[in-house]
């Protein structure tokens, strides 16, 4: 599986923006995608996930951004309101096979992995 990340940039405080995850992959439908995201010296941390169990936010974005996936397209979307200086960050999306124990949050969880895309938000 392929993953390629785009959409991040510079916007304003209370701007929004749209990041979209493009996969090659085979039966995308089956797999779980979630975005994370990593500051300088911080670890990379979760962000939302849709998967076979539904969709899962971080509670820091939870009311302000929205997941989606369009299959038909192999392409997740996080689509980012409101957004805030601390989410400054680099976006990764990442894609995960079905699991029997699944954990929406834990980065162990997926196997692939796209670049990453930078999203800057000014004060």
């Known amino acids: 599986v392929q993953l390629q990340a785009s959409g991040g940039g510079l916007v304003q405080a209370g701007g929004s923006l749209r990041l979209s995850c493009a996969a090659s992959a085979r039966s995308f439908n089956r797999y779980a995608v979630g975005w994370f995201r990593q500051t300088p010296g911080k670890e990379r941390m979760f962000v939302a996930a849709?998967?076979?169990?539904?969709?899962d936010y971080a509670d820091s974005v939870k009311g302000r951004f929205i997941i989606s996936r369009d299959n038909d397209k192999n392409t997740v979307y996080l689509q980012m309101n409101s957004l805030k200086p601390e989410d400054t960050a680099v976006y990764y999306c990442?894609?995960?096979?079905?699991?029997?124990?699944?954990?929406?949050?834990?980065?162990?969880?997926?196997?692939?992995w796209g670049q990453g895309t930078l999203v800057t938000v000014s004060s």
């Open positions: 990442a894609a995960a096979a079905p699991s029997s124990s699944w954990s929406a949050g834990a980065m162990w969880e997926y196997h692939y």
């Open positions: 849709t998967s076979w169990n539904g969709l």
